[in-house]
Every structure is written in structure tokens, then in C-alpha cells.
């Protein structure tokens, strides 16, 4: 049994949406596990999640985990005094576009915040940091703000733990992903992956490329088969040996 972990947000939903989905449900359950690891909360990924085919949800970067009948596994929260002060802080600010607050019935786990300047927001996050007993990274559009605690490796980790599958691969396109992929075995996909060559050794440039080595993979479990970098400059990402 293989756990394949990916991220949402431009990896499995892209302008390609409703064929990865289709490509994720052909994966034959016997063999593979499908996870959703992602950095919005599950209210937010509910809208546009369709009929996936997944065993389990890690919402909030890791800090909610829910299996596929969207029953809470886990959640770690913020201490309430440090999160109600961020929060008052970034809605007082000027520069705030809005802010998502993700929270269930144990408290906040997760905040997501979009200013008008991407660098302004950068500075607030490293202001917010500094300042108080949290994580967090600047995304596509905003800052998303995450207990020192919690990560997608550590959500991977207990679903190993439950589950018992020790053959992980990952799959991201995004900062908040680079610690899975270095992990596990791990793959960075989409149209910016160059910005990401000093983290990463695997890569491959679109989703379907990658289910089909799955899929491959699953065909010829004995043949040690293997996906290795052909070239950086080059759309051949994959190569099977």
C-alpha cells in the first residue's frame, strides 16, 4: 500500500480540476491511499473539493486532520490571549484586505490574512513572528499564520501512524510544501517549479504525468521501477528505468 499526499491548491486544483479528479479515482484502492494536504481550512476546501475519492483531509498546514466522512481526527489550536491579539492587530490594520479565520469547537486553528502589497504583508508576518509565539509563511496572495507546533509532515506522520503505510509520496507546489517533499518521497509540480530547484531534486511539470507514473508503478511493482530527473531545461521531466 503506497500514501499518496497531495497539496490542493494548484496542484490537484488547477485548470485541469475535473480530470485530476477523475485520474485520483481511477487509482485502485488496494494499492494506493489518496490524502489532501492543504493550508485552507476545511470549510474553505469543502466548496471546490467534488467528488474526490480521499481516506483522509489535512486541513490548516496540519492543524486539523479529518477522514473521508469529515470527521475530526485531530486539531491543535492557538492559545487563545496570542490569537485574539494577532487577530485584533491585523484587522485593525490599514493595509488589510480581508481575513479567514479557521476555527472549530476546540478554537482557532489557522489564519489567513490579504493585504493590498504582497512585501507589506511579508513585513507584518515577520513583525507578527517575532512579536508573538507563532509560525507561518507568506502564500500566493497573503500570510497565513500556523502554531510553531503543527506542519503537513507531522499530519503525514499521523496518518502513518494510524494507517501503518511507511511508502509516502508527496506532491506540492508551494513553500508550505518543500518539507514533505524533502521527506518523502516527494515531487514539485506546476508552472513556477523553477524557483524551487535549490529545495528539490524531483520534479515533474504536470499532474497527469505524475498519476500515470503511479499507475506504472502500480503495473510493475516488481521491476524496482524509478522516476528520476532527466533535465532542468527540458519539459521530459520523467524518466522510468
Same mark, same amino acid.
Given at each position: ?19 485530476? =479528479?477523475?485520474?485520483?479515482?481511477? !487509482? ?13 481550512? =476545511? ?22 486532520? @479529518? ?5 475530526? !481526527? ?8 496570542? *490569537? ?13 484586505? /480581508? ?56 499530519? *503525514? ?67 524496482? @521501477?524509478? @522516476? ?9 521531466? !520523467?524518466?522510468? /528505468?
Amino acid at each position: 500500500m503506497k500514501l499518496i499526499v497531495s497539496d490542493f491548491d494548484l496542484t490537484l486544483f488547477d485548470d485541469n480540476y475535473d480530470e485530476n =479528479i477523475k485520474l485520483v479515482n481511477e !487509482l485502485n484502492e488496494e494499492d494506493f491511499m489518496f490524502v489532501i494536504a492543504t493550508g485552507r481550512s =476545511i470549510d474553505l476546501l469543502k466548496k471546490d473539493l467534488k467528488n474526490i475519492n480521499f481516506k483522509y483531509l489535512i486541513c490548516s498546514d496540519g492543524s486539523v486532520i @479529518l477522514d473521508d466522512k469529515f470527521d475530526m !481526527l485531530k486539531s491543535i489550536t492557538f492559545s487563545k490571549d496570542i *490569537i485574539d491579539e494577532i487577530i485584533t492587530l491585523l484587522k485593525n490594520d490599514s493595509n488589510l484586505v /480581508r481575513i479567514e479565520i479557521d476555527e472549530n469547537i476546540k478554537g482557532i486553528s489557522g489564519v489567513y490574512a490579504v493585504f493590498n502589497d504582497l512585501k507589506y504583508a511579508g513585513e507584518r508576518l515577520n513583525y507578527i513572528i517575532k512579536n508573538y509565539d507563532v509560525s507561518g509563511y507568506v502564500s500566493t496572495n497573503g500570510i497565513n499564520i500556523i502554531n510553531k507546533n503543527i506542519s503537513k509532515v507531522e499530519g *503525514i506522520e499521523y496518518i502513518k501512524k494510524i494507517t501503518g503505510i511507511n511508502d509516502i509520496y508527496t506532491i506540492g507546489d508551494n513553500i508550505n510544501d518543500l518539507e514533505m517533499i524533502s521527506k518523502y518521497n516527494g515531487y514539485m509540480i506546476g508552472k513556477e517549479v523553477k524557483n524551487f530547484k535549490e529545495f528539490i531534486e524531483k520534479i515533474v511539470n504536470i499532474w497527469e504525468t505524475l498519476i500515470s507514473f503511479f499507475f506504472c508503478y502500480k503495473k510493475t511493482l516488481e521491476s524496482n @521501477l524509478r @522516476l528520476d530527473i532527466i533535465s532542468y531545461d527540458t519539459n521530459q521531466w !520523467l524518466c522510468l /528505468r
